[in-house]
């Protein structure tokens, strides 16, 4: 896919990607350009919409959460000037414990966020990748 005259090699470096309006965004735009290379000569810009919500799964006697689902669906576009050449929507989840310190919860839950954006980036990429000859 990357190698010299591969489909994916003429990709890298040419998708502009949405700059990250919070957390989870900067998560998903790093993992995107070190796959996809950062934009250099932009033909294309990449834009995402990142929806979150977490579940509780677990609890303990006492009634107390044990653990989250991470529930992330991220609708996706690929654009060309204002036509779009490729769309999707990719979903996944993650899991963090929060039986520990108020610090570690908030920890593993960031981490877990961070888990869910490179899943989401990389179903992401794999799309684009598939389909670059077409692009």
Do not use: C, H
């Amino acid at each position: 896919m990357y190698a010299p005259g591969g489909a994916g090699a003429g990709l890298r470096g040419r998708i502009d990607i949405v700059p990250p309006a919070d957390e989870e965004g900067f998560a998903l735009v790093k993992r995107l350009e070190a796959r996809l290379g950062a934009a250099q000569t932009a033909e294309y810009v990449l834009d995402a919409n990142i929806r979150i919500k977490e579940q509780a799964v677990g609890r303990l006697p006492d009634g107390s959460i044990s653990r989250y689902n991470v529930l992330g669906q991220v609708p996706w576009q690929l654009m060309r000037g204002d036509d779009p050449v490729l769309s999707g929507t990719e979903e996944s989840f993650t899991s963090y414990s929060a039986t520990s310190t108020t610090v570690a919860t908030i920890v593993a839950q960031r981490a877990a966020r961070e888990r869910l954006m490179v899943i989401v980036a990389d179903r992401i990429t794999a799309t684009i990748l598939a389909q670059a000859d077409r692009l």
